[in-house]
């Protein structure tokens, strides 16, 4: 497997498709960048570094990016070695399912924190100065970045799956982009859902007269009371 995983990251240093995806990242940390300047003097936002460093894995309700980016670039790299019969040579040689798959997967994830590493550099670079440090405590942000970093690594392993299950490159890539935008809404209502506030102001009609009532708020999600009726369930 050692061979293999070596292989493969020779291949993958002379791949097109894999600087084109790292310029794509740098690009996308300039863009990410600009927006967040010309907000802060134009509109007078307070941008937090933080933030910034999060938009790198698609958190905190941002276009997730970087799996559009690698959606593309493991598709097309592996499914390069599926035309060419590269899979089909390593089977005959010996080699097995969970090797190929674990090697290919390995690559997948180097090429996903590669690009995410030339992200934070480029925006903490650029952006300290002008942003200035980190606001969140180091647990916090400890935990934003491992966040992160696990969705980068089903990223990788659920996009090498189609592509080694799929023969058509072109056909994995849409797959794949498809459950990156599916997964964005699915992550956005589900966030939505999260920030619920536990009670809410009612405006009712009484007399004529408005009056503005405070209830509970039946979309609140209390773990409390959701493990309350369980028991009660049970």
Request: hydrophobic share 50%.
């Amino acid at each position: 497997m050692s061979r293999m995983l070596a292989a493969q990251l020779y291949r993958l240093r002379h791949d097109k498709v894999f600087w084109g995806g790292l310029i794509c990242m740098v690009f996308y940390a300039l863009a990410v960048l600009g927006i967040a300047v010309n907000g802060q003097i134009r509109q007078g936002y307070q941008v937090a570094l933080d933030q910034l460093v999060f938009y790198g894995y698609g958190l905190d309700s941002f276009i997730p990016v970087a799996g559009l980016v690698l959606s593309a670039v493991i598709s097309f790299f592996t499914g390069t070695e599926y035309s060419d019969g590269t899979l089909r040579n390593a089977l005959i040689v010996g080699r097995t399912r969970a090797e190929i798959y674990l090697s290919h997967v390995l690559v997948s994830l180097i090429t996903a924190l590669t690009y995410n590493l030339a992200y934070i550099v480029i925006v903490i670079v650029l952006g300290g100065p002008v942003f200035g440090g980190f606001h969140l405590s180091a647990a916090a942000l400890a935990l934003g970045i491992l966040t992160g970093m696990l969705a980068l690594t089903v990223y990788s392993a659920l996009f090498t799956a189609v592509s080694l299950l799929c023969s058509s490159r072109t056909a994995s890539a849409i797959l794949c982009l498809s459950g990156v935008m599916l997964s964005m809404f699915l992550c956005t209502y589900l966030n939505m859902q999260l920030q619920e506030p536990p009670m809410m102001e009612v405006l009712e009609m009484r007399d004529g007269d408005s009056e503005v009532k405070v209830m509970e708020n039946p979309r609140y999600l209390n773990p409390c009371l959701l493990y309350t009726s369980d028991a009660a369930d049970e």
